[in-house]
């Protein structure tokens, strides 16, 4: 169990550009879930993924946004169009759903600034 | 939808004192999860107690589900037990719902 993973942990960029971010969830769990935490507050739900479905979107994730996970293991977020609103820690979680017992872990996430 | 409110917002504590960290919610839940984030903004899993006690070394947690609370306390606090401790309750589908965390100084 080597843990949840991000990719990258820090991101700068320029307001406009496009940006992708990485998790890596624990293997064999079948949920991986989005969060985005901003200064002083805590996380906030973006989206989840049970196997390859994506289940669930909050109102936090506009049209800018897009996650995937394309076989049921890893997953990406792309922000296009970044705003300066968009600089955030986004957090990916991941949990292996086991009747309603069900435990999140925790990335160590990928800090963007966009200037 | 479910609202989770956490207290004291702040709290400064000299090394070797005791403390409790207080959760509310709004609503039955499925989940409930407390977390300490380092500064590096790691959250690191401190205990899943939708109901019941449990005990972790120094630290343990309450949780009464039916008057929608839950307590965490930490005993004989260390400088590395400073943070953002957060509590967060998982809805229907369980995506979980933070507080605004209390932020523990501890003082050597």
């Known amino acids: 169990d080597t843990g949840v993973s991000q990719d990258p942990r820090h991101k700068i960029t320029k307001r406009g550009q496009n940006v992708t971010f990485r998790c890596d969830p624990i293997?064999?769990?079948?949920?991986l879930y989005w969060y985005r935490q901003t200064l002083g507050q805590g996380p906030e739900f973006l989206t989840y993924?049970?196997?390859?479905?994506?289940?669930?979107k909050s109102r936090l994730l506009s049209d800018r946004f897009s996650a995937e996970r394309p076989k049921g293991s890893f997953s990406t977020l792309e922000i296009q169009r970044t705003e300066q609103g968009d600089s955030a820690m986004y957090l990916c979680?991941?949990?292996?759903?086991?009747?309603?017992?069900?435990?999140?872990?925790f990335g160590p996430g990928t800090r963007l600034l966009v200037l | 939808g479910i609202q989770v409110e956490q207290s004291p917002p702040d709290l400064i504590l000299q090394e070797g004192a005791n403390s409790t960290l207080r959760c509310n919610f709004s609503d039955s839940v499925n989940n409930l999860q407390w977390f300490h984030q380092n500064p590096w903004g790691q959250l690191i899993n401190l205990f899943y107690?939708?109901?019941g006690t449990k005990q972790n070394g120094r630290l343990s947690a309450t949780t009464v589900a039916t008057e929608r609370y839950s307590l965490l306390y930490i005993s004989s606090s260390q400088t590395t037990d400073s943070g953002v401790y957060f509590c967060?309750?998982?809805?229907?589908?369980?995506?979980?719902?933070f507080g605004t965390g209390t932020l523990l100084a501890v003082q050597p």
């Open positions: 107690i939708p109901s």
């Open positions: 993924f049970q196997n390859e479905a994506q289940l669930e």
């Open positions: 967060a309750v998982g809805d229907a589908t369980n995506k979980l719902i």
């Open positions: 293997s064999e769990h079948n949920r």
């Open positions: 979680a991941s949990s292996f759903r086991n009747g309603t017992k069900e435990t999140q872990y």
